[in-house]
């Protein structure tokens, strides 16, 4: 059998866990909110018309921001047609999915939602057709406690304590030429150092995320992040990363191993992010917002006809049925982000229901788990504390796409306070299970509390409305912990995590 090495050293700390890590991404996309989170006539919708099957199935995937409302969606949306009375709120043309808006989900609605959800809001500001003006009034729409225009339109709209958004985004995706709007690096860049001058002048304590590249495949990636935060440096705290995975062409090798992508887009990032502050000389960290990050089948959506010509209502896009293979690295790219802590401070798992999402609805029917649904909320729930990198010794093999990948990967974490510690593990070979030993001496532990697996003999197993818990959690059998050390063997293309106290 083959076997790996772990140490986990307590002294190791990444960082102290931030809840954000956990966040995720709602934008008015397909039935994302139209049917998915929103559904008047749905037996279990509240007076708002949500649905709260679905607000039960997020509180247990453990999800904590939620970035709203988009997005390619955001560079052409106006605030302002989503507030007051619902009746009069007009119905637009949304060009970046090529569907008709209703507006009847608009900010207030949706900061009652995440108040709901027990989520925090997280909203993004258009800077595709619009700019500062609108972005301030928006501000001043959800944050002024009251005795100015704004804030008086709010409570007049019945939200009578301001929304308090501490995290914004200065647009979508700007880089990307499918963004309605698209800018240079260079206008980009001075457009977003004056939106956020502007908005901190109203309030320097909001935490302000200026656009990343949209992928580590974009020809500007690098270059974009250095031109941006060459204008906007001092005026933002976190700059963006957006990442999307899919196997191609049956290499599932390949697939497996994408969180070394995502490694390398995290190191690209930091380093250029760096650079820009060492040569202002200035003493802040520019941290990192993973603002989107998944599974997503584009290839497939590009090539179908989903996005028609027609102008619909909330049709079906995007809405990809995940298999254990797609659970196995959407954990391992959580993983990667928590490795990366310390610098990875806020993350958005996109998108929360039916569009490339872990929850799935049909409309006036069940809500129901996907396979990634579990490794998300699983390390949501047992991650507390602080991250600790583990040491691993373990063989590689070969990749097309990302070239030598151990066939391993973890993390750990430790709540010293509560006595409590948990490890996350991915085996990424497709044939070979893999006793894995963990040196955890340091952090005296004495009981495994808990130890669960995502694998299946069918590494494309999904579950689907006609067969909704054909996947799901197994207990990981065999985890022993003995003088210190955990033994634990790992089936093949499997995610585990191991909770000890
Ligand atoms: O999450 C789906 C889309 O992916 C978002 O609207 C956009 O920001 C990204 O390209």
């Known amino acids: 059998m083959v076997t790996a090495e772990i140490v986990i050293d307590p002294a190791a700390v990444v960082a102290p866990i931030d809840r954000r890590i956990f966040g995720s991404f709602v934008e008015h996309l397909g039935r994302c909110v139209y049917d998915g989170i929103y559904e008047p006539t749905h037996p279990t919708a509240n007076d708002d018309g949500f649905r709260l099957d679905v607000v039960d199935l997020v509180k247990e995937l453990g999800s904590t921001t939620v970035r709203y409302p988009g997005g390619n969606f955001v560079s052409g949306y106006r605030w302002e047609d989503g507030v007051g009375p619902r009746e009069s709120r007009p119905v637009r043309r949304d060009l970046a999915w090529h569907t008709l808006e209703t507006n009847q989900v608009g900010t207030d609605e949706f ?70 709007g698209y800018m240079t690096a260079d206008d980009y860049g001075k457009l977003a150092a004056r939106t956020a001058q502007a908005m901190k002048a109203a309030d320097k304590t909001l935490e302000l995320v200026v656009c990343g590249s949209s992928g580590s495949n974009m020809a500007t990636f690098g270059d974009w992040e250095r031109t941006v935060l060459e204008h906007s440096y001092e005026h933002v705290d976190f700059i963006s990363c ?30 250029t992010a760096d650079h820009v502050g060492n040569k202002l000389r200035s003493a802040k960290k520019i941290k990192l917002s993973f603002d989107e990050w998944n599974i997503w089948y584009l290839e497939e959506h590009q090539q179908s006809d989903e996005i028609s010509d027609e102008w619909l209502v909330a049709p079906r896009q995007l809405e990809d049925v995940y298999s254990v293979a797609d659970a196995v690295v959407l954990g391992n790219l959580l993983i990667t982000l928590l490795k990366n802590h310390d610098r990875v401070a806020s993350a958005s798992l996109a998108q929360l ?34 991250v600790i990198a583990p040491r691993i ?36 070979s497709q044939t070979e299970s893999i006793e894995v030993t963990i040196d955890l001496s340091g952090l005296a532990m004495s009981t495994v509390t808990e130890a669960v697996s995502l694998h299946d003999d069918d590494v494309y197993a999904r579950n689907t409305a006609d067969d909704q818990n054909r996947v799901g959690l197994v207990d990981l059998e065999g985890a022993e912990l003995s003088d210190g050390r955990l033994t634990v063997t790992l089936p093949p293309v499997s995610w585990s995590a191991v909770a000890l106290a």
């Not at 704004?150 to 880089?175: F, K, T, Y």
């Not at 093999?397 to 996350?424: C, I, Q, W």
């Open 111 to 180: 900061a009652r939602w995440c108040a709901l959800t027990g989520s925090e809001l997280m909203l993004a500001v258009n800077l595709g057709t619009r700019g500062i003006d609108a972005a301030l009034d928006l501000l001043e729409y959800t944050n002024h406690p009251s005795g100015t225009a704004l804030s008086d339109q709010r409570i007049a709209n019945g939200s009578v304590e301001p929304h308090n958004v501490r995290m914004w985004c200065l647009g979508n995706e700007m880089d990307g030429p499918w963004q309605t």
């Open 242 to 271: 957006h990442a999307y995975y899919q196997e191609y062409g049956g290499d599932l090798g390949s697939f497996l191993a994408s969180s070394l992508d995502m490694q390398y887009f995290i190191e690209t990032v930091v380093s």
């Open 353 to 386: 229901v039916n569009v490339i999402a872990p929850i799935r609805t049909e409309p006036g029917g069940a809500a129901w788990r996907q396979t990634t649904f579990f490794p998300f909320s699983v390390t949501s729930r047992l991650a507390r504390g602080e």
């Open 393 to 428: 010794h373990v063989d590689t093999y070969s990749t097309k796409r990302h070239g030598d990948a151990p066939l391993v990967d973890s993390v750990a974490t430790v709540d010293r306070d509560a006595g409590t510690a948990a490890v996350f593990l991915v085996n990424r």
